[in-house]
C-alpha cells in the first residue's frame, strides 16, 4: 500500500508540559484508521500536530514524500490535508452558505459553486438551510456543515476529531456510517478519525491506533476482531505507561 | 449653504475614515486605537511631499498612501502577533509616540505651531478652491474609496476576516493565517485613512498635531459603535449622526462655549446608553452577511 501520510517521532507540548512523546504512525492510500484513547491522552493534540496548528518540538510529518513539517497550516490544507475540530468547528455569526464557501476559500467562482453543490448532494439536510446562520443549527446540523466546509477543498486525507461529539445515538451513527459514501464520492484517500464510540467505528475502521499519556500503545490492522468485545480495547486506557 | 457644504465635506472625509476602520473592528473585531494616527501620517505626509518636494496633488496622494502603508505594516506586525488586549495596547503606545514625534520634531513639522498655507489639490491645471469644488473632489475620492471597500468587505478576504473574529481557531484551521489577514486589513485601513489625511490638510490648508491625537481615534471609534460595524451603512449613520449632533445643539441655541463640553456629554451617553438598548450600533441589525 501506498503511504501518504507518515509521522516520525513527533514531540509536542503546550508550554513546558510535553503531551506527545514520539509518536510514530503512517496513513496509507485507502486506510481508515481509528485513533482512540482514554480523555486527555493527546489525540487532537496529535491531529493539531498533523495540520500545523500546533509545531512538534521533535520529528517530523511527510506527505507523499515530502517533507510538511515546516509548512503553515494553509499550505497543508492546499496540498489535500483537511482537519475537523473537535468543538467550534463552524462559524456561528455566518451563514451555512458562507461557512461553505470559507471552506473553500480560494477556489474560482465557478469552482466554489461545483463544489458546494457536490457537497450538499451528499448533505441533503444543509440545501434548505444555506441562508441560516449556522449558530441557529443542531448539534447534529454543524458536525454535517462542518464535515462539508472540509470537503470544500477536494482533500485527500481527512482528519476527523470526533465527528459524532454530542450528537443523539441515532445522529451519530448515521454520521459515522456517511463516511464511507463521503469517501466514495469525494475521492478521499484515507481517512484518520478520533472517535470515542467505539461499537460504531470499529466496524468502520480498517486499522486501530490506540493512544495513551501521549504514546502509542496498540497498533492493530484488525478492528473488527475488537468488535465483540471492545472493552478489550478500553482496558489499556486504565494503565500506566 | 457654505455652512452645509462645510459638513458634507467633513462627512465626506469622516465617512473614508470610518469606512476603513470598520474593516479592522467590524470585519476583524481587532479594536483599534490610533486610527488617527494614520490620518494624521496621511496629512503630514501630504503637506510635506506638496511644500517641501513641490509634488503636485495626485502624485503626492499616492506616495502618501504607500509612506502610510508600509507605517502600518511596520506597527501591525508586532502588533497582531498578540490579539486580544495587547493589540489594544500596542496600538494606544504607537498613537502616543507618533503624536509625540508630530509635537516635537519641529524641524520637519513645526510641532505645535503647525503647518499654515498648504495648496489646494491641483489636478490636470485644475485647481480646487470653492466649496463646491472641494466638496466633488472629497466625494469622488470617498466613493472611489468606498467601491474598493465595499468588494473587500464581499470578498473571501473580508468572509475571512469575519471568521476569524468570530472563531478564530475554525477560521485557523481552514487554513486562513490570522496574522497575514489581520495585518492586510491593519494595512488597508491605514492607508484609506492617510487619502482622508491628505484631503483634511489641503481643505483646511493648516494642520497641527492636535487634529490627530487619542481624542480622535477614540472620536472615529465611536462613530463605528454607535453607527454598527461589519457592514456598509454603519459607518455611514455613524458618520452622520456623530458630525450633525453637535451642530444640532447649536441650533438649540446652545452658546459655543457650552455646546463642545455638552457635547462630550452627550457623546458618552449615547454610547452608554446604546450599550444598554443597541449593543450592535444604531444600524447594527443591517448585517450584510
Ligand atoms: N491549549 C492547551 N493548552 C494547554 N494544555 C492543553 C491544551 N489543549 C490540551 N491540553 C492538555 O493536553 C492533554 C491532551 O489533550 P488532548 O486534547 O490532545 O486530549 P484528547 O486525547 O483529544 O482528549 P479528549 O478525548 O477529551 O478529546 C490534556 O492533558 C490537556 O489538558
Ligand atoms: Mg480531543
Given at each position: 500500500?501506498?503511504?501518504?501520510?507518515?509521522?516520525?517521532?513527533?514531540?509536542?507540548?503546550?508550554?513546558?508540559r510535553?503531551i506527545?512523546?514520539?509518536?510514530s504512525?503512517?496513513l496509507?492510500?485507502?486506510?481508515?484508521?481509528?485513533?482512540?484513547?482514554?480523555?486527555?491522552?493527546?489525540?487532537?493534540?496529535?491531529?493539531?500536530?498533523?495540520?500545523?496548528?500546533?509545531?512538534?518540538?521533535?520529528?517530523?510529518?511527510?506527505?507523499?514524500?515530502?517533507?510538511?513539517?515546516?509548512?503553515s497550516?494553509?499550505?497543508?490544507?492546499?496540498?489535500?490535508?483537511?482537519?475537523?475540530?473537535?468543538?467550534?468547528?463552524?462559524?456561528?455569526?455566518?451563514?451555512?452558505?458562507?461557512?461553505?464557501?470559507?471552506?473553500?476559500?480560494?477556489?474560482?467562482?465557478?469552482?466554489?459553486?461545483?463544489?458546494?453543490?457536490?457537497?450538499?448532494d451528499?448533505?441533503?439536510?444543509?440545501?434548505?438551510?444555506?441562508?441560516?446562520?449556522a449558530g441557529?443549527?443542531?448539534?447534529?446540523?454543524?458536525?454535517?456543515?462542518?464535515?462539508?466546509?472540509?470537503l470544500?477543498?477536494n482533500?485527500?486525507?481527512?482528519?476527523l476529531?470526533?465527528?459524532?461529539?454530542?450528537?443523539?445515538?441515532?445522529a451519530?451513527?448515521?454520521?459515522?456510517?456517511r463516511?464511507?459514501?463521503?469517501?466514495?464520492?469525494?475521492?478521499?484517500?484515507?481517512?484518520?478519525?478520533?472517535?470515542?464510540?467505539?461499537?460504531?467505528?470499529?466496524?468502520?475502521?480498517?486499522?486501530?491506533?490506540?493512544?495513551?499519556?501521549?504514546?502509542?500503545?496498540?497498533?492493530?490492522?484488525?478492528p473488527?476482531?475488537?468488535?465483540?468485545?471492545?472493552?478489550?480495547?478500553?482496558?489499556?486506557?486504565?494503565?500506566?505507561? | 449653504?457654505?455652512?452645509?457644504?462645510?459638513?458634507?465635506?467633513?462627512?465626506?472625509?469622516?465617512?473614508?475614515?470610518?469606512?476603513?476602520?470598520?474593516?479592522?473592528?467590524?470585519?476583524?473585531?481587532?479594536?483599534?486605537?490610533?486610527?488617527?494616527?494614520?490620518?494624521?501620517?496621511?496629512?503630514?505626509?501630504?503637506?510635506l511631499?506638496?511644500?517641501?518636494?513641490g509634488?503636485?496633488?495626485?502624485?503626492?496622494?499616492?506616495l502618501?498612501?504607500?509612506?502610510?502603508?508600509?507605517?502600518?505594516?511596520?506597527?501591525?506586525?508586532?502588533?497582531?502577533?498578540?490579539?486580544?488586549d495587547?493589540?489594544?495596547?500596542?496600538?494606544?503606545?504607537?498613537?502616543?509616540i507618533?503624536?509625540?514625534?508630530?509635537?516635537?520634531?519641529?524641524?520637519?513639522?513645526?510641532g505645535?505651531?503647525?503647518?499654515?498655507?498648504?495648496?489646494?489639490?491641483?489636478?490636470a491645471?485644475?485647481?480646487?478652491?470653492?466649496?463646491?469644488?472641494?466638496?466633488?473632489?472629497?466625494?469622488?475620492?470617498?466613493?472611489?474609496?468606498?467601491?474598493?471597500?465595499?468588494?473587500?468587505?464581499k470578498?473571501?478576504?473580508?468572509?475571512?476576516?469575519k471568521?476569524?473574529?468570530?472563531?478564530?481557531?475554525?477560521?485557523?484551521?481552514?487554513?486562513?493565517?490570522?496574522?497575514?489577514?489581520?495585518?492586510?486589513?491593519?494595512?488597508?485601513?491605514?492607508?484609506?485613512?492617510?487619502?482622508?489625511?491628505?484631503?483634511?490638510?489641503?481643505?483646511?490648508?493648516?494642520?497641527?498635531?492636535?487634529?490627530?491625537t487619542?481624542?480622535?481615534?477614540?472620536?472615529?471609534?465611536?462613530?463605528?459603535?454607535?453607527?454598527?460595524?461589519?457592514?456598509?451603512?454603519?459607518?455611514?449613520?455613524?458618520?452622520?449622526?456623530?458630525?450633525?449632533l453637535?451642530?444640532?445643539?447649536?441650533?438649540?441655541?446652545?452658546?459655543?462655549?457650552?455646546a463642545?463640553n455638552?457635547r462630550?456629554?452627550?457623546?458618552?451617553?449615547?454610547?452608554?446608553?446604546l450599550?444598554?438598548?443597541?449593543?450592535?450600533?444604531?444600524?447594527g441589525?443591517?448585517?450584510?452577511?
Amino acid at each position: 500500500m501506498e503511504m501518504l501520510l507518515q509521522i516520525e517521532g513527533i514531540d509536542a507540548s503546550y508550554g513546558k508540559r510535553q503531551i506527545l512523546h514520539e509518536i510514530s504512525m503512517n496513513l496509507s492510500r485507502g486506510e481508515k484508521v481509528l485513533l482512540i484513547g482514554p480523555n486527555g491522552a493527546g489525540k487532537t493534540t496529535l491531529l493539531k500536530t498533523v495540520i500545523g496548528l500546533l509545531p512538534p518540538g521533535n520529528g517530523a510529518v511527510n506527505y507523499l514524500g515530502e517533507d510538511i513539517t515546516g509548512d503553515s497550516v494553509r499550505t497543508r490544507v492546499r496540498k489535500g490535508i483537511s482537519y475537523l475540530l473537535q468543538t467550534e468547528n463552524i462559524v456561528p455569526g455566518l451563514t451555512v452558505e458562507e461557512n461553505l464557501a470559507l471552506g473553500g476559500y480560494f477556489l474560482s467562482k465557478q469552482e466554489l459553486e461545483k463544489r458546494k453543490n457536490m457537497v450538499l448532494d451528499s448533505m441533503e439536510f444543509l440545501k434548505p438551510k444555506l441562508k441560516t446562520r449556522a449558530g441557529l443549527m443542531s448539534g447534529g446540523e454543524r458536525q454535517g456543515l462542518a464535515l462539508s466546509m472540509i470537503l470544500m477543498r477536494n482533500p485527500k486525507v481527512l482528519l476527523l476529531d470526533e465527528p459524532s461529539a454530542g450528537l443523539a445515538p441515532k445522529a451519530a451513527k448515521e454520521i459515522i456510517e456517511r463516511l464511507d459514501k463521503i469517501q466514495a464520492a469525494f475521492q478521499v484517500e484515507t481517512v484518520c478519525m478520533v472517535e470515542h464510540n467505539l461499537k460504531l467505528a470499529l466496524k468502520w475502521a480498517t486499522k486501530i491506533i490506540l493512544l495513551v499519556q501521549g504514546r502509542v500503545v496498540l497498533v492493530s490492522d484488525s478492528p473488527k476482531s475488537f468488535i465483540q468485545q471492545p472493552e478489550e480495547l478500553e482496558k489499556y486506557f486504565f494503565e500506566q505507561v | 449653504m457654505n455652512y452645509i457644504l462645510h459638513l458634507l465635506i467633513m462627512i465626506g472625509i469622516y465617512m473614508i475614515l470610518s469606512y476603513g476602520l470598520n474593516l479592522v473592528v467590524g470585519f476583524g473585531g481587532l479594536l483599534s486605537l490610533c486610527h488617527a494616527v494614520f490620518y494624521g501620517i496621511g496629512a503630514y505626509a501630504c503637506t510635506l511631499l506638496m511644500m517641501k518636494c513641490g509634488l503636485p496633488f495626485l502624485p503626492a496622494i499616492l506616495l502618501t498612501i504607500l509612506i502610510t502603508g508600509i507605517c502600518a505594516l511596520i506597527v501591525g506586525f508586532p502588533a497582531l502577533r498578540f490579539r486580544g488586549d495587547s493589540f489594544v495596547i500596542v496600538t494606544l503606545g504607537f498613537q502616543m509616540i507618533v503624536f509625540t514625534v508630530l509635537y516635537n520634531w519641529v524641524d520637519l513639522t513645526r510641532g505645535p505651531y503647525g503647518i499654515p498655507g498648504i495648496p489646494r489639490p491641483v489636478i490636470a491645471g485644475y485647481e480646487f478652491t470653492t466649496l463646491p469644488e472641494y466638496l466633488i473632489i472629497v466625494w469622488t475620492f470617498l466613493i472611489l474609496i468606498a467601491v474598493v471597500l465595499f468588494i473587500i468587505y464581499k470578498s473571501p478576504f473580508g468572509l475571512a476576516l469575519k471568521a476569524l473574529r468570530d472563531n478564530e481557531m475554525a477560521a485557523e484551521g481552514l487554513g486562513k493565517s490570522p496574522v497575514h489577514l489581520f495585518l492586510y486589513a491593519f494595512v488597508i485601513s491605514g492607508m484609506t485613512a492617510s487619502v482622508a489625511g491628505g484631503l483634511y490638510a489641503t481643505y483646511v490648508t493648516y494642520i497641527d498635531p492636535t487634529s490627530f491625537t487619542l481624542d480622535e481615534s477614540i472620536f472615529l471609534l465611536t462613530v463605528l459603535l454607535v453607527g454598527g460595524t461589519g457592514n456598509r451603512i454603519g459607518p455611514f449613520v455613524g458618520t452622520v449622526f456623530m458630525i450633525l449632533l453637535p451642530e444640532a445643539l447649536r441650533f438649540l441655541g446652545m452658546p459655543d462655549a457650552v455646546a463642545a463640553n455638552a457635547r462630550q456629554m452627550i457623546y458618552g451617553l449615547t454610547l452608554i446608553l446604546l450599550m444598554f438598548f443597541r449593543p450592535q450600533g444604531i444600524a447594527g441589525k443591517y448585517m450584510v452577511r
